[in-house]
């Protein structure tokens, strides 16, 4: 079992930056590939990035790339999401997931092993 809890949403203005942080319970953190996704107000959630368990690959949707960097420190079993260059656009609940496989890209939600709960943010215009 592994617990995911997102934290560092909040409010910023467009072309401002925020680090998301995502927490992971349990001794085997560096088992999962790890994965940020967002939801906002009447969509779907969407894929935004992932990460091997050694951080040798990441991958990223289109809309994020070369604004958002995904990262991860597996001694602190947390992950990590930089996003800079924040657009209204990117307003959202941003959560993170957890997998025991690679996807070269995004796979049905219930293809991930846990979630978090969810942290806001909020960029305003």
């Known amino acids: 079992q592994v617990q995911l809890v997102e934290s560092g949403g909040g409010l910023v203005q467009a072309g401002g930056s925020l680090r998301l942080s995502c927490a992971a319970s349990g001794r085997t953190f560096s088992s999962y590939t790890m994965h940020w996704f967002r939801q906002a107000p009447g969509k779907e959630r969407e894929f935004v990035a992932g990460?091997?368990?050694?951080?040798?690959?990441?991958n990223y949707a289109d809309s994020v790339k070369g604004r958002f960097t995904i990262s991860r420190d597996n001694a602190k079993n947390t992950v990590y999401l930089q996003m800079n260059s924040l657009k209204p656009e990117d307003t959202a609940v941003y959560y993170c997931a957890s997998s025991y496989k690679w996807y070269g890209g995004p796979r049905p939600l219930n293809e991930y092993s846990y979630w978090g709960q969810g942290t806001q943010v909020t960029v305003s215009s």
């Open positions: 990460i091997s368990w050694s951080s040798t690959v990441t």
